[in-house]
């Protein structure tokens, strides 16, 4: 089976801390992405990366920077958090572009 | 852009009775998965089914990529089952389109 693994279900940060979400994939998937979800606003698309040290921007990129050193693991940076970025963030990963998608578990972040 | 619905918005059944939920979408599309998150927010794969019928236990699901629809189906419902079904789609582009979902609670 898949498993994409989040680093940290639930985190709480203050205003301006640099927050670093971790997601790591075990099946050698090319692709990654990150989502956040926000009730009445679905789910967005922050970045993808289709290779290693590759990323793209998604749909709502602004404040966030990403980080893929090695294959299997997509990292997600919050630079300087803000009290807008309280929200529930969701990795993924697939093994061709347009292929079947696998989520984590879900890292919920509270930003004070 | 591609426009994603589905319906009913929201669902309450007793346990054991079945279900038809719905995903329609606007324009042609590459492939198409229906998902349930769970109560604590995991996005679970149910089926990948750009077209035809898939069965899983309970669950199947259909896909007519003519017409632009895709129904799962939800036999002797538990109270497992419970969350928010949503179907996305991936109109040959890089990002996949989520629907809207639809919340289904099951009652004992």
């Known amino acids: 089976d898949v498993k994409v693994t989040q680093s940290s279900r639930y985190l709480v940060k203050r205003t301006g801390e640099k927050v670093f979400l971790e997601c790591v994939q075990d099946?050698?998937?090319?692709?990654m992405f990150w989502y956040r979800q926000d009730p009445g606003l679905g789910l967005r698309l922050i970045y993808f990366?289709?290779?290693?040290?590759?990323?793209e921007k998604g749909d709502i990129p602004e404040g966030y920077s990403v980080s893929r050193e090695k294959k299997e693991r997509f990292s997600l940076i919050l630079e300087s958090a803000s009290t807008s970025q309280t929200s529930m963030y969701l990795c993924?990963?697939?093994?061709?572009?347009?292929?079947?998608?696998?989520f984590g578990e879900g890292s919920r972040l509270t930003v004070l | 852009g591609i426009q994603v619905e589905q319906s009913p918005p929201d669902l309450i059944l007793q346990e054991g009775a079945n279900s038809t939920l719905r995903c329609n979408f606007s324009?042609?599309?590459?492939?198409l998965q229906w998902f349930h998150q769970n109560p604590w927010g995991q996005l679970i794969n149910l089926f990948y089914?750009?077209?035809g019928t898939k069965q899983n236990g309970r669950l199947s699901a259909t896909t007519v990529a003519t017409e632009r629809y895709s129904l799962l189906y939800i036999s002797s419902s538990q109270t497992t089952d419970s969350g928010v079904y949503f179907c996305?789609?991936?109109?040959?582009?890089?990002?996949?389109?989520f629907g809207t979902g639809t919340r289904l609670q099951v009652f004992p």
């Open positions: 996305a789609v991936n109109p040959f582009t890089d990002k996949l389109i």
């Open positions: 990366s289709y290779d290693v040290k590759m990323k």
């Open positions: 993924a990963s697939s093994s061709t572009r347009y292929g079947e998608l696998f």
């Open positions: 324009d042609s599309v590459n492939n």
């Open positions: 089914i750009p077209s």
């Open positions: 099946m050698d998937h090319e692709n």
